[in-house]
């Protein structure tokens, strides 16, 4: 009898044309908590304080006081086996896009070319004025930091009460109703509107399989009850172990 891992190898073998849609618990295992994670950022500062769009637009200091762990700690951040896997899949030419709700930039960090960042990037920061992009850690110093020409700096992510960027949702949304399977990796799938690319790939005949720890989405097809950084390398290596039948 085929397991688990076989059978999901198989599937992406036969299907290709896969979408992988990841979440914050993709990058726990390089150190990065979760937001329901004990010990996390958001249960020492409130982010309805510290990261709404509508107090950076009154007060950026606010934001930028926490520039250490954003800027410094973030740099030391480095993709886990999960990210390199998803490049591995990316290679093999059976994933085709990576959908991300991480700002972290950890996917494209190990070699993922196709990446879907639909809550932005914390590593690209740019002036509220003149549009002048800057690569982080690159930045001038300062609380805020600004750019030469006078302009408040601000990072590439979506803050509390702002718009998603409606290319890379488009982008996200056209992915998912067209692709053959999605690999739901890491994610609590109820921040909206990730939380609806599932089901859109799954209204459109696709297979779901899920990598969790516990189980988020009750539609998966395969549920893989597994660290991502365990799970994603083993398909890859059954994968391979196909291609040399
Ligand atoms: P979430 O915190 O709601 O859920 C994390 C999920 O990951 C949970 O279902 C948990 O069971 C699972 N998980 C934990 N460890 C795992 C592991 N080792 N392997 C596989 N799964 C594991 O995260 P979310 O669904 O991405 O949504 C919350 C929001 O948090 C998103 O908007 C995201 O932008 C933001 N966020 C991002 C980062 C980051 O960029 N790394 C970090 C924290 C929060």
New binding site residues.
């Given amino acids: 009898m085929e397991s688990l891992y076989e059978e999901v190898a198989s599937l992406l073998v036969k299907q290709k044309q896969c979408v992988a849609l990841t979440?914050?618990?993709?990058?726990?295992?390089s150190g990065?908590?979760?937001?329901?994670e004990k010990g996390g950022l958001w249960e020492k500062y409130d982010p309805m304080v510290y990261a709404s769009i509508d107090v950076f637009r009154k007060d950026p200091s606010k934001y930028w006081s926490l520039r250490d762990y954003f800027i410094k700690d973030y740099d030391k951040y480095q993709p886990n086996k999960?990210h390199y896997a998803l490049k591995d899949l990316e290679d093999m030419g059976i994933v085709r896009c990576v959908i991300t709700?991480?700002?972290?930039g950890l996917h494209k960090k190990a070699g993922s070319k196709n990446v879907v960042e639909i809550?932005g990037s914390i590593r690209e920061i740019y002036c509220t004025k003149c549009g002048k992009e800057y690569e982080a850690p690159h930045i001038p110093d300062g609380i805020p930091p600004y750019c030469l020409c006078g302009g408040v700096l601000k990072p590439n992510t979506i803050l509390f009460g702002e718009e998603l960027p409606q290319d890379a949702l488009l982008k996200a949304r056209n992915e998912s109703m067209s692709c053959k399977t999605m690999l739901l990796?890491?994610?609590?799938?109820?921040?909206y509107p990730?939380a609806s690319l599932p089901n859109t790939a799954k209204q459109n005949g696709a297979k779901i399989v899920e990598?969790?720890?516990?189980e988020?989405f009750s539609d998966a097809d395969y549920f893989i009850k597994e660290?991502?950084?365990t799970a994603l390398p083993k398909i890859v290596e059954e994968i391979r172990i196909i291609d040399k039948h």
């Fill in positions: 979440g914050a618990g993709i990058s726990l295992e990065i908590p979760t937001f329901r999960a709700q991480n700002i972290d809550h990796v890491g994610t609590s799938a109820i921040v990730a990598i969790n720890i516990e988020a660290k991502a950084g």
